[in-house]
């Protein structure tokens, strides 16, 4: 398990120099000007020519990404040069927000996603089955952006029961567990648990039909077990693919809730990574994207060792 | 009671008693800004006009300020933290009386060494407090100054480089912020963003980055007129148009600048007040006028002005514009009397169309630079969509070149003849034109042709160039009001820009929201403003 679990480790590193060459080269790509944002508009050409050398940005690109690779491992992500606050500060306080969010949507979505998979394996070719296949479906379909406004509109505007948007009074730092500032993240929590809903209750499904039609469970049922202790074979049978398409989603969750987070105003790393792209603020944008990945590629680490901790084959493979 | 039932009347009540929240304390005006973060809060506020309406004007005072009490009229400079100011007989040294007993938020005193620390702060890269973020907003905007000097505490000189009788219009885009704040937060401006001190009617009394600010009333302001009404003011950045709509539906923000026209209605609908005035804004096409480029007759210019019905454009903006009869609104003291009528007249302008060599058989086709959205820049894709079909009717086929909004800046930067520009003859940019400079010399002056300023379309005129200079050595108000007129009829009479439309700032307020007066300008005033109980 330990040489597993240090290679695994050790494959991460390729994985995040890597990463980091996509991101800053990907950055550099979009037209537009990060300095747009932080001059007058109608500054002149003089004016923008010592600005761009003020920030480094008349360099050649290698020498660019090798200034900002060499402080990376510093600690140092640089300042956003359309705030001039540091990157740090500004991705890890927005990841904070957005990890609050994404393990609200998990905590929605995973239970109800593992509970209606079950069902439905359990059920197969019924219209028990057929419901909840149907419910998924919509569920990955729906634009959750849509859905987002379509909430907002029957909670917030018509029935004034949930806030449309923000973190709560005093915003994000004054975050506390009371419902003054849970209930700003009902509606954004439950809004992007619905496609994890989906995709976690079609996996589910089709694993517990898979496994409930193998020979083991006949003989499981002939040796005298119960149906529950039935269940919970098929479901630690289940465990380990179902676990790593929940931590896929998690990572999903929080990179991929950048609209929801417009659509609610909620202040975390994908409203930051919106702002960023229109502002060009490229050390913001590479520092958020950056993170983002890296976080991605841990959530994959932690899933691929709690799956050799549950199921030893994988070690041999 | 059963537990179930306990539960249910448990939550039941805390959801009444969140709903109450929502009905706001009196007094507390909660802002929907478009901006996506707060804007710079260190004196010189980025975020374009809205940095400078609510942080700027705000926080901050500048030697002349812009007279922000009237919706009747256009907003003319007005004494600030300087109470008079005259040039003299070199017509470059400019002297300044400072208000007394003016003080910072601190409590520091507002002296004309302070002042000079503040132009040093923009524009001597050497000075300790040089701040590149605020020198980056304000320095182009004050490029007459040369130098500048303490007389005694309460008197300044300015000197130009040149005469430039605009020198009052540029300074009343620099804010003071206070040295004292600077020195006392280790003179490191990221703290003093934190933590700023202005002259300004309203303090900075709380700030979380791209979430929110809220401002308190500065009791002893200079001008008791101008102390605000309100408990407090909260800017809350919402740059999604829906999100915004739906914050001032639910209740959550009393007040929405620039709501999409679409969701009008049902603001209207549910008693909110849409407010809205003319004010110095300016959505065109800036034309090139390169060796080739078709936009160099005139008669085609005319021509494709009198095929806009811009009447029938105001359904699609719910009627939230002022159809353009030249490049400033028909109601800016400087719009004087062009002869040319730029009005919808198919017939005419077909008949200018067929006197240039153009007609149904040899139609003109133009290359034109729009962006799908952009500050300021209204509804831009279903507009130009509808100036191409106007443009149609009198032979003129437009092929659209789109860039997103931060690549069109750069390629309004960058000019008519660059390269990236691809061969475009136009380009659909809106302009804040509230001064002589930003209104009419910047555009069009031959001194200042891309990418070294903004002329954009290379627009060389002799005639012209001599009004600028008139303008920059006519120190009478009255008479440079004047020759502001000339030029303008000359913007108009030669037709060198195609126009369109004039925004009007809409905003979405609360019903509750009284004493708002909305200035016909960029910036507000907010010290008028009270909630209703």
């Known amino acids: 398990m330990l040489s597993y679990l240090i290679r695994r480790i050790l494959l991460v590193l390729p994985v995040a120099f890597g990463v980091s060459v996509i991101c800053f080269l990907l950055v550099q790509i979009a037209p537009g000007d990060p300095l747009t944002a932080i001059m007058a508009i109608d500054a002149t050409a003089e004016e923008q020519a010592a600005m761009r050398a003020a920030y480094g940005l008349d360099k050649p690109l290698p020498i660019q990404y090798a200034i900002w690779i060499g402080n990376l491992v510093q600690g140092d992500m640089g300042k956003s040069i359309a705030t001039g606050r540091p990157v740090a500060a500004e991705v890890f306080g927005a990841v904070k927000n957005s990890l609050l969010l994404a393990v609200s949507a998990a905590v929605i979505a995973f239970p109800i996603g593992i509970f209606l998979g079950f069902l439905a394996g359990y059920f197969r070719d019924t219209w028990i089955d057929r419901a909840v296949t149907a419910l998924s479906i919509t569920g990955v379909s729906v634009p959750n952006y849509w859905l987002g406004i379509v909430l907002v509109i029957i909670f917030s505007v018509n029935l004034s029961w949930l806030p449309s948007m923000g973190a709560g009074p005093g915003g994000s730092q004054s975050w506390a567990w009371d419902w003054a500032h849970i209930r700003h993240l009902v509606l954004p929590a439950v809004t992007l648990a619905v496609v994890p809903i989906g995709i976690v209750s079609r996996t589910v499904r089709a694993l517990a039909g898979d496994i409930l039609s193998q020979d083991f469970v006949d003989a499981l049922y002939a040796k005298g077990m119960s149906r529950a202790d039935v269940l919970r074979h098929v479901a630690r049978n289940a465990a380990a693919t179902a676990l790593s398409v929940m931590g896929l989603q998690l990572g999903y969750l929080l990179g991929g809730s950048i609209l929801i987070e417009t659509v609610f105003n909620w202040p975390g790393s994908g409203f930051l990574l919106s702002n960023a792209i229109f502002q060009r603020d490229l050390p913001l944008l590479q520092g958020t994207i950056l993170i983002l990945a890296l976080f991605f590629v841990a959530m994959n680490l932690i899933v691929d060792v709690v799956q050799a901790a549950i199921d030893p084959r994988i070690q041999r493979t | ?533």
């Not at chain 2, 306990?6 to 009540?13: E, L, P």
């Not at chain 2, 500050?375 to 509808?386: D, F, K, R, V, W």
């Not at chain 2, 005639?463 to 120190?475: D, G, P, S, V």
């Open chain 2, 1 to 533: 009671m059963p537990r179930f039932l306990k539960g249910a009347v448990a939550i039941a009540t805390a959801i009444t008693l969140s709903c109450a929240t929502f009905a706001n304390a009196q007094g507390v005006l909660r802002v929907g800004m478009t901006a996506a973060d707060i804007p710079l809060t260190t004196g010189q506020t980025d975020q374009g006009g809205e940095g400078m309406r609510f942080m700027g004007y705000t926080v901050y005072d500048s030697l002349i300020e812009w007279d922000l009490t009237s919706a009747d009229k256009p907003s003319v400079l007005i004494p600030g933290l300087a109470t008079e100011w005259s040039v003299g007989e070199d017509e470059l040294t400019w002297t300044f009386a400072l208000r007394e007993d003016v003080t910072f938020h601190d409590g520091s005193p507002l002296t004309a060494e302070v002042v000079v620390w503040n132009l040093d702060k923009l524009l001597d890269s050497e000075a300790e407090q040089y701040d590149p973020r605020q020198s980056a907003q304000g320095k182009s905007r004050i490029p007459a100054v040369a130098s500048y000097e303490a007389v005694d505490d309460l008197t300044l000189t300015i000197t130009t480089t040149v005469p430039d009788a605009t020198l009052p219009y540029q300074l009343a885009w620099i804010l003071m912020s206070s040295k004292a704040n600077w020195e006392a937060m280790d003179k490191d401006w990221e703290k003093v963003a934190m933590a700023p001190s202005g002259t300004g009617p309203w303090k900075l009394e709380a700030f979380v980055p791209r979430e929110r600010a809220e401002l308190v009333p500065n009791a002893d302001y200079w001008d008791e007129t101008r102390i605000p009404k309100l408990d407090k003011m909260v800017l809350i950045p919402l740059p999604e148009p829906n999100a915004r709509a739906a914050a001032l539906l639910s209740g959550q923000v009393d007040w929405i600048e620039a709501p999409a026209p679409d969701t009008i209605p049902a603001m209207t609908g549910n008693g909110f007040v849409i407010s809205s005035n003319a004010y110095p804004h300016n959505w065109t096409w800036h034309l090139s006028r390169l060796e080739g480029s078709p936009w160099n007759d005139i008669r085609v210019r005319k021509a494709a002005n009198m095929a806009i019905d811009r009447e029938s454009m105001m359904p699609l903006l719910g009627g939230l514009m002022v159809p353009a009869k030249g490049f400033l609104p028909p109601s800016s003291q400087w719009f004087g009397a062009p002869t040319f009528d730029p009005s919808y007249d198919l017939e005419a302008a077909k008949a200018l169309m067929t006197e240039a060599g153009y007609g149904p058989d040899n139609r003109l086709t133009v290359k034109a630079l729009i962006s799908p959205s952009g500050s300021g820049q209204m509804l831009p894709l279903p507009m130009n969509e509808y100036v191409q079909q106007s443009l149609a009717e009198v032979w003129i086929d437009v092929d659209f070149m789109v860039v997103e909004w931060n690549q069109m800046i750069n390629l309004w930067r960058a000019g008519a003849a660059d390269e990236a520009v691809d061969g475009a003859q136009s380009i659909n940019f809106t302009y804040f034109i509230q001064d002589p400079f930003t209104g009419l010399i910047r555009h069009l002056d031959e001194g200042l042709i891309a990418p070294n300023g903004t002329n954009w379309g290379h627009y060389i005129d002799p005639e012209m160039q001599a009004l600028f200079e008139e303008i920059k050595t006519t120190f009478d108000p009255e008479a440079q009001t004047a020759v502001l007129q000339a030029t303008h009829e000359k913007y108009v009479n030669d037709a060198l820009f195609l126009f369109v439309t004039h925004d009007v700032a809409p905003r979405a307020l609360s019903p509750k929201v009284e004493g708002f007066v909305q200035a016909q300008n960029w910036y507000q005033n907010f010290s008028s403003i009270s909630m209703a109980d």
